[in-house]
């Protein structure tokens, strides 16, 4: 449990510093856009947007509560995944657990004091962009894609045999 929440409370802290120099140091919505890396065909930006749906602004609408109701959903979503750390049974799984609890809560907490996520991270390579996102969404990705691997290759305990 101990590693789970500190992957958490780590994620979710850089989530929001990161969030916090955008938008405050950079000053990003202003400038829009601030290429970082080109090698070649390949590149990463700072790209400024406001994503008022969830992933891959899925479900974005303008109603008065649509960052409320998403907030709820995502806190909701935190809450089950919390109860599931408490039971992880590996230190993978506790890690996963807790990058995927801390990037939702990441993101709700944007949705609550803006009515939208901050994304700004653009990857881009021979003129494809990748959905441009945030480190809450890295981690939750990454957390996902983890516990994934997990249940498919991680190996049964070794069962008694009756005696």
């Known amino acids: 449990m101990r590693l789970g929440l500190a992957m958490a409370a780590l994620l979710l802290a850089a989530d929001q510093l990161s969030k916090w120099w955008v938008l405050e140091v950079l000053d990003l919505p202003a400038r829009r856009s601030?290429?970082?890396v080109e090698?070649?065909?390949l590149g990463l930006d700072l790209?400024?947007?406001w994503n008022r749906g969830v992933t891959f602004g899925l479900l974005s609408g303008d109603g008065p509560l649509n960052h409320v109701i998403l907030?709820?959903?995502a806190a909701a979503i935190a809450a089950f995944?919390?109860?599931w750390l408490a039971r992880a049974e590996t230190r993978p799984v506790a890690a996963a657990l807790g990058a995927v609890i801390?990037?939702?809560i990441g993101n709700v907490i944007d949705r609550l004091r803006f009515g939208a996520v901050v994304d700004?991270?653009?990857a881009h390579g021979w003129g494809w962009h990748w959905y441009v996102f945030n480190i809450a969404d890295a981690g939750i990705v990454c957390g996902v894609g983890l516990l994934l691997a997990d249940a498919l290759f991680r190996r049964p305990p070794a069962s008694r045999e009756a005696a």
């Open 39 to 41: 090698a070649g065909p």
């Open 71 to 73: 907030a709820v959903l």
């Open 47 to 49: 790209t400024m947007v």
């Open 81 to 83: 995944l919390l109860r």
């Open 120 to 122: 700004f991270i653009d």
């Open 34 to 36: 601030l290429p970082l």
């Open 102 to 104: 801390g990037g939702a």
